[in-house]
């Protein structure tokens, strides 16, 4: 394509195409990446294992695309965005399908870990995909409408699993989410627009990688945003992945099938995302950051009630504060790194996913040592991080950084 290609303008047919594309493969990406979460008493019960042990078939996940971003972006620099997505979906598709057949806990780990880094090709591409497809002026809302659809995924994918499990087993529940999966990722295929953004990049690509991660992190608002990514993502997920332990005791009795409904948290999500986005492209990345990690606050101080009603409120605001803050610097990302998009979004994304792993299994030991009240204190301890991390973020904290 032509270098004066500036992008598709938002309202034209191949914006749309794009948007909804990506929008599926978010299904496709995080109804697989979180089906076992909505079940992991079940599975812990199943496999007679402990919480936090059952809790890395979704910390162990999320460990493999963590590991896997950076090498698929040096893979997308080399054979283009789309051929990289559509090598990664098929992948993790069929290890999704793979893997309830698996008999045990360490094989299933197993599985679900190589299923992670197969994952790893699709949300830092998807995000460098979209900022070099659209038209600059509508980065935000369109990531922001990326982000609204991976909600969207993580929450069809957990209101699935819970259910079906409980009647018919955990490994039905997470085959079912599979298969809706694959449904998603044909669709991503077949609708996704050709590149017109996309530059083949030469040279030597690990070195070339390096350089450019080495010239990012020597600016402090990307450094910022990275750790939005880590800070805020491993909150989140910690709550996620305990909460049901928790209300499967005193004094709420909340069976598997009823807590899964609290995923529907999630639609609150979808909404802030969009909120967020178009709040950021008015107002700067700063502020909707800094309101995130309040409203995120809030919501995890009213998980501490006796009152289910009060936690599931509490829920709902954690969420719609966790996906502004997300919305607000995936968006940042791309306008921020003049050079180096992939390798900027790839390495927000490990982040990302590493903080999920890392403290999506230390609020297992919290869980065990301290009950509910630990799992909150660490998460209150990583927002209110994620909150100074914010204060760093230029008022305008999109704005191309100058090297």
Same mark, same amino acid.
């Given at each position: ?13 191949? $914006? ?17 990446? $979180? ?7 079940? @599975? ?80 830092? @591409? ?152 178009? @709040? ?29 009603? @009060? ?93």
């Amino acid at each position: 394509m032509s270098s004066e290609f500036s992008g598709h303008p938002r309202g034209s047919r191949e $914006y749309r195409r794009l948007l909804v594309a990506l929008a599926f493969a978010g299904v496709a990406t995080f109804t697989q990446l $979180y089906s076992s979460q909505g079940i992991l008493p079940l @599975i812990s019960r199943d496999l007679g294992v402990d919480a936090a042990t059952a809790a890395l078939t979704v910390s162990g996940t999320t460990a493999g695309l963590a590991a896997a971003v950076l090498p698929w972006s040096l893979l997308a620099d080399r054979i283009g965005r789309l051929p990289a997505m559509r090598i990664a979906i098929v992948s993790a598709t069929v290890l999704g399908l793979l893997a309830p057949l698996m008999p045990d806990a360490a094989s299933l780990i197993g599985v679900r870990v190589v299923e992670g880094l197969a994952l790893g090709g699709l949300p830092a @591409i998807a995000l460098t995909y979209l900022a070099e497809e659209v038209d600059r002026r509508h980065a935000a809302t369109a990531a922001a409408t990326y982000v609204a659809g991976t909600s969207l995924g993580g929450l069809l994918g957990r209101l699935v699993a819970a259910p079906i499990a409980e009647q018919a087993g955990w490994r039905i529940g997470m085959g079912s989410v599979a298969v809706i999966a694959a449904v998603a990722a044909v669709v991503f295929i077949a609708l996704a627009p050709r590149s017109y953004g996309f530059a083949f990049v030469a040279g030597h690509p690990l070195r070339r990688l390096v350089k450019v991660i080495g010239m990012l992190a020597r600016d402090r608002v990307m450094l910022a945003l990275w750790a939005q990514g880590f800070l805020l993502m491993g909150g989140f997920v910690t709550v996620y992945n305990y909460l049901a332990f928790h209300l499967e005791g005193a004094p709420y009795f909340l069976p598997p099938a009823l807590a899964s409904l609290l995923f529907t948290a999630y639609l609150a999500g979808t909404a802030s995302s969009r909120i967020a986005g178009g @709040i950021a492209e008015r107002t700067g990345t700063r502020p909707v950051l800094l309101g995130a990690a309040v409203v995120m606050l809030a919501g995890l101080l009213l998980t501490l009630a006796a009152s289910l009603l @009060i936690v599931i409120v509490g829920l709902v605001v954690m969420t719609a504060g966790f996906f502004a803050g997300h919305a607000a610097a995936s968006a940042a990302l791309g306008q921020r790194a003049a050079q180096g998009r992939a390798q900027a979004a790839s390495v927000y994304t490990l982040g990302y996913y590493a903080g999920s792993s890392l403290f999506g299994w230390l609020g297992g030991l919290a869980l065990l040592a301290g009950d509910w009240p630990a799992v909150v204190s660490l998460v209150a301890v990583l927002v209110v991080l994620a909150g100074v991390a914010a204060l760093a973020v230029s008022p305008r904290g999109g704005a191309p950084a100058r090297h």
